[in-house]
């Protein structure tokens, strides 16, 4: 999980306020992915990044945007933010070049409530 | 069919039991499975994983047992210990979009000692 850090690591904001997550990796890695987990939901997808300028939208990216600033940082949004948005963020990152069978590394998540 | 359908969504086995956790899928297309395990306050981390052209694959203690003409896939963890705690999730995905897991909802795993 070091390799892979988060901040903040939890966040109460308000409805209507924008909120930034924030995701920088040491592995080197060019595959970066936002995830949120809601219980009983497992995770899901909201946007995943090949490289700085290769940005995808996951299975819920209504309401988030996000940012590749470098290899190593990638940053999610909530412009808006959202009572249903409460949920656990993980940010995770892959490495194409271990070949067909990718493991994904994830960082300690952003618990995050808004009121 | 897109889905992966897992059960239970929790399971309390004492120490030194077997603990079962299944998972369903639809979509014939998905040729890798791994599990995830998490821990509280931690990401989820790769576990074991397989691939349909297989079986069953064993490490240590842990085990997935595939049985492609069902569509199923099951982790076993033998001689279960109070460290196995955790919330464990299966997933699935298809060739080259392995990056784009399908998540199982998650198995919140409880070892009495």
């Known amino acids: 999980d070091a390799d892979v850090t988060q901040t903040p690591r939890n966040r109460i904001t308000k409805t209507g306020k924008r909120i930034m997550l924030e995701c920088s990796q040491t592995?080197?890695?060019?595959?970066m992915y936002w995830y949120r987990q809601d219980p009983g939901l497992g995770l899901r997808l909201i946007y995943y990044?090949?490289?700085?300028?290769?940005?995808n939208k996951g299975e819920i990216s209504d309401g988030y945007s996000v940012s590749r600033q470098a290899q190593a940082k990638f940053s999610l949004s909530l412009e808006s933010a959202i009572p249903n948005q409460t949920a656990l963020y993980f940010c995770?990152?892959?490495?194409?070049?271990?070949?067909?069978?990718?493991?994904?590394?994830f960082g300690p998540g952003t618990r995050l409530l808004v009121l | 069919q897109q889905q992966v359908k897992q059960s239970p969504q929790s399971l309390i086995v004492q120490k030194g039991g077997i603990s079962i956790i299944n998972c369903a899928y639809e979509n014939t297309a998905f040729d890798y499975f791994p599990w995830y395990q998490q821990f509280p306050g931690k990401g989820p981390a790769l576990l074991i994983a397989?691939?349909?052209d297989v079986s069953e694959k064993k490490e240590g203690r842990f085990t997935i047992s595939f049985n492609k003409s069902a569509k199923q896939f099951s982790l076993h963890i033998m001689d279960s210990q109070p460290g196995d705690s955790a919330t464990y999730f299966c997933?699935?995905?298809?060739?080259?979009?392995?990056?784009?897991?399908?998540w199982g909802a998650g198995t919140k795993l409880i070892i009495k000692p």
């Open positions: 990044s090949f490289d700085v300028k290769d940005i």
């Open positions: 397989i691939r349909p």
């Open positions: 997933a699935a995905s298809i060739g080259d979009s392995n990056y784009q897991l399908i």
């Open positions: 995770a990152t892959s490495d194409r070049n271990t070949g067909f069978r990718e493991t994904q590394y």
């Open positions: 592995k080197g890695h060019d595959r």
